[in-house]
């Protein structure tokens, strides 16, 4: 998989100070509230950055998992989302959530996960991605929580995917375009 790289964007090391400074942000943000907190992982591609974040974060929390689609197995927006996999929770009064997500760059997908969960009566909704491609907002949106703005490059690795491969790469990668082209 490596050889498919065009170059590392960012090292393991580097994701480890970047989730270790989102934790702390979230922790001193979440610390005093007397509402439980719920991480909503937007998955796939979350997954590890999820995983790596809450194991940072030392306050009561639920876990939800969404699947939401907005790739076909390309490297362009569909411009349709879908709701593939819902919360349990249908009411969401006096909870806090948190969305973790692993990049945003249209903003569509965020936004409009936000307000699904506002309008479900949630107490707030803060939004937290492991990387933000602001060039690319097709929507206003801003993450409260990022890790790393990025060029517009085409990236995998740390659950992000191209047609499901490179997930497991213990880093992000630019991928070459001659894989994707």
Do not use: H
């Not at 948190?98 to 479900?120: A, H, K, N, P």
């Not at 990387?131 to 703005?149: A, H, I």
């Amino acid at each position: 998989m490596n050889k498919d790289l065009s170059k590392i964007l960012i090292t393991e090391q580097e994701i480890d100070v970047i989730t270790t400074r989102l934790a702390q942000q979230i922790t001193n943000d979440y610390k005093d509230s007397d509402k439980p907190l719920i991480m909503v992982i937007i998955l796939k591609g979350s997954i590890n950055f999820a995983s790596d974040l809450m194991r940072k974060i030392p306050l009561p929390m639920k876990i939800e998992f969404m699947k939401v689609s907005s790739y076909g197995a390309g490297t362009k927006q569909s411009g349709e989302i879908k709701v593939q996999l819902d919360l349990n929770i249908d009411n969401l009064e006096n909870y806090d959530i948190l969305i973790i997500e692993d990049i945003v760059d249209s903003g569509r997908t965020l936004s409009r996960l936000t307000q699904l969960l506002y309008g479900r009566c949630a107490e707030s909704v803060k939004t937290c991605t492991l990387l933000d491609k602001p060039s690319r907002r097709e929507v206003e949106f801003t993450p409260d929580y990022c890790g790393q703005t990025i060029p517009d490059e085409f990236v995998v690795g740390y659950g992000l995917d191209y047609a499901e491969k490179y997930r497991n790469l213990p880093y992000v990668g630019v991928l070459d375009p001659k894989i994707y082209s």
